[in-house]
DNA sequence: GTGATGACAAAGT
DNA sequence: GACTTTGCCATCA
């Protein structure tokens, strides 16, 4: 890393680092923060590329729905809810219950 | 070096 | 109200 690369990738993957544990956060929202154009596209694609990484836990991050979309791409199909119901998140049937309350906005978070 | 693919979301019809 | 189309960067083969 001696150049530091100021790509779209890197920009998403700060974001979901600082993500809490028992949190989670949506595609769409972390696009809006980063001010990307192409939305939540940008973003899907960045977490395709952060499962070369190890300091991305992309467990937390769901779409607008709260389902675990990307839960495919991990170690095991059962992986990413594994992980979120040890931090606490509740999730059935891929689904995030209390999405809502579970939520966790960067603005608000991060820009308060 | 080129081509195709990939974890979403919002707007339009 | 539901389905279809568009937007776009980086990585893999």
Not at 19 to 27: A, D, E, K, L
Not at 44 to 58: E, I, K, Q, S
Request: proline content about 4%; glycine content about 8%.
């Amino acid at each position: 890393m001696s150049k530091e690369k100021a790509n779209y990738f890197d920009l998403v993957y700060q974001v979901v680092r600082e993500i809490p544990p028992g949190r989670v956060c949506s595609y769409g929202v972390i696009a809006n923060y980063l001010g990307l154009k192409s939305g939540a596209r940008m973003v899907g694609y960045a977490m395709n590329a952060a499962h070369t990484l190890r300091d991305v836990p992309a467990h937390r991050v769901v779409n607008r729905q709260g389902l675990l979309t990307g839960k495919h791409h991990f170690e095991t199909v059962d992986r990413m809810q594994e992980l979120l119901e040890a931090e606490g998140v509740r999730v059935v049937n891929d689904q995030v219950q209390e999405f809502e309350k579970r939520f966790w906005d960067p603005e608000k978070e991060l820009g308060f």
